[in-house]
């Protein structure tokens, strides 16, 4: 995988340049894009946005909160998505969506110009003749919940007291070159529009990723109840036995977040057993040779789809002992030696990789921290509910949700208040 993602980073194959995702692909407006937005992704600025993040895991518990005094199944993935979608509401545009608690007019829109896109061949989608309008419609409505956050951005950018949102810094370069306010009210069209582009992907695939990690994370501790013990114990040791505390003090120090290695253990083992993403699929230049590491026989690529295929690796009983097996202990720095370099890729490695990976480890690690010890977690699937592989649970593709693998159903639950002191 490194010979085409890191040793040569090759662009993303042709047919995912679909209209909403040129842009990602290839050439130098992805490279420029990369530029832009890479300050407002970077831990530092993420935990300074930890405070802001919090008032929407609050609300996050807070429903956990109803359902576990209702004692009613619900679908976990729904109550993930919430969250996540409000976190990325936060950190990108420095607004509350309050899509938790009320329908939200832009996530709706997106929703449905997801549902347009393809990535693999799907003839009902490439041939309809309504579909390049409805992009352009759908286009329009978030072009217009949108432009006025970012010319805000531009014109108040002095004004913004505390830390800056992922947007605020994608602009600065913009600002500084834009000394006139009142020109600042005039950002050219095409520039808008890529900002806009790359914020509705951020939005697509990033709450997607977090929500299915999450919810399974939740869901694996259930069955792992001392799996569970550990990460409620580092939370303890951290951030203090009272629970009702938690909250203040990682306000009052985000670094908290960055003494919870069991806890990012925890994100990594789920990731590398459910990887969101199945891998990266990427499209050779003419000369491109693939080169097998024992042999040295060398594999003409142009003109095929190289994919890289992560959820195999991640499974791969070469480099994880008991591979179906949830032990986040691999990922301690006890077994770092054990480890084989670049076989944990969920986010793909190299110049390609995901952008928003620190922005998943920062609130998965909130929210956990916020709720693991006040909650259990009980799968509640049917007895004869379908397996895959020994889980009921199992990864699905859904056709109108493109960017990423979600849970059988939805995964249904149980939610169950714990006593803590």
């Known amino acids: 995988m490194a010979q085409f993602t890191q040793e040569h980073s090759l662009p993303k194959y042709w047919a995912m340049r679909d209209v909403e995702f040129k842009s990602f692909t290839r050439g130098q407006e992805w490279k420029t894009a990369r530029s832009m937005f890479n300050p407002g992704f970077s831990a530092k600025n993420l935990l300074s946005l930890v405070p802001d993040m919090m008032e929407e895991v609050l609300v996050f518990r807070e429903r956990l909160r109803e359902a576990a005094s209702s004692g009613d199944v619900v679908k976990l ?18 607004t509350r969506l309050q899509t938790q608690v009320k329908a939200s007019r832009l996530m709706e829109t997106m929703k449905s110009q997801l549902s347009l896109i393809y990535i693999e061949l799907d003839l009902t989608k490439l041939l309809n003749p309504l579909r390049p309008l409805k992009h352009w419609i759908y286009n329009r409505m978030i072009q217009n919940e949108l432009t006025p956050y970012i010319l805000n951005t531009a014109q108040n950018y002095e004004k913004i007291e505390g830390p800056k ?18 020109a600042r009210g005039n950002i ?32 694996l501790l259930g069955k792992h ?52 993403v199945g891998g990266s699929i990427r499209e050779a230049p003419a000369g491109h040779f693939l080169t097998h ?26 480099y994880w002992p008991d591979p179906d097996s949830f032990a986040p202990e691999r990922f301690t720095a006890a077994a770092a030696e054990t480890r084989t370099r670049g076989a944990w890729r969920p986010f793909e490695v ?8 620190e922005l998943v480890a920062v609130e998965v690690r909130l929210i956990l921290a916020l709720t693991a010890r006040e909650f259990d977690v009980e799968g509640a ?12 649970a199992y990864q699905v593709s859904i056709p109108e949700l493109v960017a990423t693998a979600h849970i059988k159903d939805g995964l249904p639950v149980r939610i169950r208040s714990r006593k803590v002191e």
Request: charged share 25%.
């Open 77 to 94: 993935e729904d109550l993930t998505t919430g969250v996540t979608v409000d976190i990325i509401g936060r950190a990108v545009l420095g």
């Open 293 to 318: 590491p024992d042999t040295g026989a060398r594999y003409p690529t142009h003109g095929f789809m190289i994919h890289s295929s992560v959820s195999t690796l991640l499974r791969d009983p070469a």
């Open 350 to 357: 190299g110049p390609r990789a995901c952008i928003g990976q």
């Open 188 to 219: 050219p069209a095409d520039f808008i529009d890529r900002v806009i582009k790359h914020i509705k992907i951020f939005m697509f695939a990033g709450h997607d990723t977090t929500a299915t990690a999450l919810a399974y994370i939740y869901y």
């Open 381 to 392: 699937y049917p007895a004869a509910a379908q397996e895959w592989m020994g889980e009921k």
């Open 165 to 182: 949102t992922i947007v605020a810094l994608a602009l600065k370069s913009y600002v500084e070159e834009t000394q006139d306010y009142s």
């Open 225 to 276: 109840p001392d799996k569970a013990a550990k990460l409620r114990a580092e939370h303890d040791e951290v951030l203090g036995a009272d629970v009702s505390a938690a909250a203040d003090r990682i306000r009052a120090d985000p670094t908290l977040l960055n003494r919870l290695p069991y806890t990012a253990a925890v994100l990594k083992e789920t990731l590398r057993l459910f990887p969101p």
